[in-house]
């Protein structure tokens, strides 16, 4: 009996493991029909709270044992290729209705949310502060089929295809950019039209926002018709209902399904098409194939610190000043408001936490609220007390911008990675085109930062004038391009002047064609300019204890001949330099070439880091510039940041983001010398990092002026503001602002 009951035991218990299992199990026809969807607040299409249609009704589900298992198969489920994340606590908003789901246990292998183990539906303990959220991945599975299981809810699901394109009919196709043609949706891998019978010009608005374009116009049917009774037409199953705020088209709900009379589909309709009105930048120009970088005279709303086009801090201007906006309630649809405005299409990524940089100035605008249809960020509601809120709160966007094709005119070759290389240029000749190389004579880094942006790079981090340890193609050593000269704000190479056909590069291509390196962040330094102006003073001090001044070039030319118990005035100041960027500010050369100055005992690692000059109302020099050559480090931080660089032994310098650099009014060299300046009114100017030997996110904001009386006595500074901070009007108060290197170099 021992012996049969130690046989049967094991059987036994394999035989109700075997039961168990099938208890638990459910079959394909027991899975309740559901359908999943993704709400609520501040997001995007690939992500929000998870809502599920059960019973008629929709609800939620309850983040209690939910895990990225779960989230993946809610993705998957919606035509996502996997889950990123999840999110518990109703970060996208509490829902509303059941609670359906609690206590769900997915494997990750499951079809549907409906057959994962739960405590059942409708059974939960939880609340809506519970609400559980997920973000997909933004690829959707290839030949998705979306597959309705919920019969007359279709137009509370969101679109789900692979893929939309505006297909250009031939006449259009060599145009860029397109602007115009059928709208088609990539579903089971094959393109289908739309039927226009349910078309909406919200619809039209939704796809030329997420194509690039801040808006739609009517077009000439009569060509799309007859394309339409000549081709063979295979329709997408349903309508498209969107509101018009949309980030793209699968963000809409579907309508009802497309009508059939007898084999013809759509049969009081056509294929929808669209017509986009392009932002000034991007449209066709019949002299040059683009318009330039296009620059509005005087805008309530512009974009700073972005890598690339269309993206940005966003800033506004209120009573003559600009100033930042707080992300409190920051979402796609203020976002899309603020790249419509200025000629882009809808928002893809609406920026919070000053991801984009820290601005300067007052914030603005608070708790913004926008309907998305109104013709600028000024027009939308806010909260005109934007009490709380610091510049670590400012908003930024991320815009959708037409595509151009200019990726296509430009490579990086050679390089360790995709960021670096020499630059070739896509070009004509002899009847075909060839890739070339750039001259390199006068390239430097706003050059650079034009390829990079032209790429999608970034910003430049560096620009190359020798790129022998980069062996690009042989075949495309030639130059094809010289005489480079960039503003900084040209969205391509060629937008730059150059000088065309007539091809001048003593130096010659190869080893000596021009090369960059990228970078996704770069530093931002600000001067503090009520710094400036309060620490203002004149010291009349006596040579002999200026000698170490004196060799390091700190004083007026007129010093040379002056006796040494004579004295020399010097308007001296403080200057507390900020990185408000998203990389710490690094000095070009390494210590092998840093430069010791005996008489001051330290190392200079930039020989020309900032000049202060003093001008007349006209902006003619009258006080020879100060070419200050300082060690760089962090002289204070913000609170939670720590300080990395020190000048003391031979230590790394720089300033780290979040950092300042403060140099005090009596310290060598922190002067300017006006020993042989005559009474009378002047402007105070300092700019940073002139010759732009280091890569910023922004220049404009290196340079600050001031307004200044002097009675050969005492002298007052007053209204002093960073470059790029009031009005173009204000700005006009000061002459000399538009003439200095920072403008035109």
Same mark, same amino acid.
């Given at each position: 009996m021992a012996v049969l009951h130690t046989l049967l035991y094991p059987l036994l218990s394999l035989l109700a493991l075997v039961l168990v299992c099938q208890v638990s199990q459910v079959t394909p026809a027991e899975v309740p029909k559901i359908q999943l969807r993704l709400a609520g607040e501040k997001r995007k299409h690939y992500e929000g709270r998870v809502e599920v249609f059960y019973n008629g009704e929709w609800g939620t589900v309850c983040d209690d044992d939910f895990s990225i298992y779960a989230a993946h198969v809610v993705c998957r489920e919606l035509g996502f290729l996997e889950a990123v994340s999840w999110a518990p606590s109703a970060k996208y908003g509490r829902g509303e209705g059941h609670i359906w789901l609690d206590n769900v246990h997915c494997t990750g292998r499951e079809r549907s949310l409906a057959e994962c183990p739960s405590n059942g539906f409708g059974v939960s303990d939880c609340r809506h502060t519970e609400d559980v959220g997920v973000v997909c991945s933004s690829k959707r599975i290839p030949g998705f089929k979306f597959i309705s299981t919920v019969s007359n809810h279709v137009e509370s699901l969101n679109v789900q295809v692979e893929d939309v394109r505006v297909r250009a009919i031939f006449s259009q196709r060599k145009r860029v950019p397109i602007t115009e043609g059928f709208v088609e949706v990539k579903e089971g891998g094959k393109w289908r039209q739309i039927c226009d019978e349910e078309w909406t010009g919200m619809n039209t608005r939704v796809v030329c926002g997420m194509y690039g374009f801040p808006g739609e116009k009517g077009y000439n049917t009569k060509p799309y018709k007859l394309l @339409?009774?000549?081709?063979?037409?295979?329709?997408?199953?349903?309508? %498209?209902? +969107?509101?018009?705020?949309e980030d793209h088209l699968t963000g809409c709900k579907m309508g009802r399904p497309v009508p059939r009379k007898g084999n013809v589909t759509c049969p009081s309709g056509m294929p929808a098409v669209v017509s986009c009105v392009p932002g000034r930048a991007f449209a066709p120009s019949h002299a040059s194939g683009y318009s330039k970088a296009y620059r509005a005279e005087q805008p309530l709303v512009r974009l700073r610190g972005g890598a690339n086009i269309g993206e940005g801090r966003v800033e506004v201007l209120k009573n003559g000043q600009w100033g930042t906006v707080c992300d409190d309630n920051w979402n796609l649809v203020a976002a899309s408001v603020v790249c419509r405005e200025l000629g882009y299409g809808s928002a893809k990524d609406a920026i919070t936490g000053g991801r984009l940089g820290q601005g300067m100035g007052q914030v603005h605008m608070n708790e913004v609220q926008c309907s998305g249809f109104e013709k600028s960020l000024t027009d939308c509601r806010f909260n005109q007390e934007s009490v709380g809120c610091s510049h670590e709160e400012d908003a930024g966007v991320k815009c959708n911008v037409p595509a151009?094709?200019?990726?296509?005119?430009?490579?990086? @070759?050679?390089?360790?990675?995709?960021?670096?290389?020499?630059?070739? %240029?896509?070009?004509?000749?002899?009847?075909?085109?060839? /890739?070339?190389?750039?001259?390199?004579?006068? /390239?430097?880094?706003?050059?650079?930062?034009? %390829? +990079?942006?032209?790429?999608?790079?970034?910003?430049?981090?560096? @620009?190359?004038?020798e790129t022998w340890y980069w062996a690009g193609d042989a075949s495309a050593d030639a130059v094809v391009m010289s005489g480079v000269r960039c503003s900084g704000t040209e969205m391509s190479l060629a937008q730059c002047l150059h000088h065309g056909k007539r091809l001048r590069c003593a130096k010659g291509g190869g080893r000596f064609a021009a090369g960059v390196s990228c970078s996704e962040t770069a530093p931002d330094l600000v001067l503090n300019a009520a710094v400036v102006e309060q620490t203002t003073y004149l010291e009349d001090r006596p040579m002999y204890a200026l000698q170490c001044a004196h060799e390091e070039s700190c004083l007026s030319s007129t010093a040379n001949a002056a006796d040494h118990g004579s004295y020399r005035r010097l308007l001296r100041f403080s200057s507390q330099i900020h990185n408000n960027g998203q990389a710490d500010f690094r000095p070009k050369n390494g210590h092998h070439a840093w430069i010791w100055h005996e008489c001051h005992r330290h190392y200079h690692s930039m020989e020309v880091f900032t000049h202060y000059d003093l001008m007349s109302l006209n902006g003619t020099k009258v006080a020879e510039g100060h070419k200050a050559s300082f060690c760089l480090e962090d002289t204070a931080c913000d609170e939670g940041i720590e300080k990395r660089y020190v000048c003391a032994n031979f230590g790394e310098q720089g300033i780290t983001v979040g950092c300042w650099d403060t140099y005090r009014h009596d310290i060598d060299c922190q002067w300017i010398d006006i020993t042989d300046v005559k009474p009378g009114d002047y402007i105070f100017q300092v700019v940073i990092n002139p010759n732009y030997e280091v890569a910023e996110s922004d220049y404009t904001n290196n340079i600050m002026k001031c307004q200044c009386r002097y009675d050969g006595h005492r002298i007052w500074t007053y209204n002093c503001h960073i470059g790029g901070s009031l009005s173009t009007d204000m700005d006009d108060s000061f002459p000399g602002l538009m003439n200095n290197q920072l403008s035109h170099r």
């Open positions: @339409a009774q000549r081709r063979k037409i295979s329709y997408f199953g349903y309508s %498209v209902n +969107c509101t018009g705020n151009m094709g200019f990726q296509n005119q430009l490579r990086l @070759a050679g390089g360790r990675n995709p960021f670096e290389g020499r630059v070739e %240029v896509l070009t004509h000749k002899n009847g075909s085109m060839v /890739w070339g190389t750039v001259c390199s004579e006068n /390239w430097g880094i706003m050059e650079a930062m034009v %390829v +990079c942006r032209q790429l999608g790079l970034g910003f430049a981090s560096n @620009a190359f004038q």
